[in-house]
């Protein structure tokens, strides 16, 4: 079956240093790729996604992301954290219908910044 | 635009209560999606409406749950009779076709069941 995977829970990061939130997935083709990002007792907004063509994906706020077939990956990266970044991060994977079928998502991993 | 709505944000109620989780999706929007929240299991996706039918229900967890869409602009999530390992934060998202433009998530309903 398929399946996400954020191995980190939780990543501290000093305000002005770079990012990186590794996600992984298992699926047999190429999946419709996302990045979600959560702040406390809000809803999901959508950082970036990938359905084709070039890797390197740009988002919104500054972040990026790599698609890397060769290891399913997909990371999050932003060359410097501000302080508002701080907040929960997900990866989400749709596997068919350009996800038009539902989204499955990564456990998350919630990025604290230290001053 | 307002985005998704959601309404409570918040819903206590007490073990054996029916429970009604309401949602307005993005004018414009066909797909409709509820989603639930918790520390252990994190998002898991219960139920999904194409055109106002619903597709695939197979994670609503049990028979006491119950979704419909009247119409392309209201969607119910219903819980009968709830029970405390409901609690959790459930998240109505709409998009439009196969989700080129990404998923718009309204801002949940925090039920808990005591």
């Known amino acids: 079956a398929q399946s996400v995977t954020q191995p980190d829970i939780h990543i501290t990061v000093s305000e002005g240093a770079s990012l990186e939130l590794r996600c992984n997935y298992s699926y047999g083709a190429t999946p419709y790729l996302f990045w979600y990002v959560q702040s406390p007792g809000q809803g999901l907004q959508l950082l970036l996604k990938y359905f084709s063509g070039d890797t390197l994906v740009q988002g919104i706020k500054g972040f990026e992301a790599e698609f890397k077939r060769s290891q399913s990956s997909f990371n999050l990266r932003k060359p410097s954290v501000h302080w508002s970044d701080a907040a929960e991060y997900f990866c989400?994977?749709?596997?068919?219908?350009?996800?038009?079928?539902?989204?499955?998502f990564g456990k998350g991993t919630h990025l604290i910044i230290q001053p | 635009d307002a985005g998704v709505i959601q309404s409570p944000r918040h819903e206590v109620t007490e073990m054996g209560q029916e429970v009604t989780l309401r949602c307005k999706p993005i004018s414009g929007h066909n797909s409709l999606f509820w989603y639930r929240q918790t520390m252990m299991r994190g998002l898991e996706l219960l139920i999904y409406?194409?055109?106002?039918?619903?597709?695939?229900d197979s994670g609503m967890p049990e028979d006491r749950f119950s979704a419909k869409m009247p119409n392309a602009s209201f969607s119910t999530l219903k819980i009968q009779p709830s029970e405390p390992r409901d609690s959790a934060v459930y998240f109505c998202a709409s998009s439009f076709g196969t989700a080129d433009y990404g998923y718009t998530f309204g801002s949940g309903t925090r039920l808990t069941v005591v």
């Open positions: 409406f194409n055109n106002n039918v619903p597709i695939d």
């Open positions: 989400a994977v749709g596997f068919s219908g350009g996800g038009a079928d539902g989204l499955t």
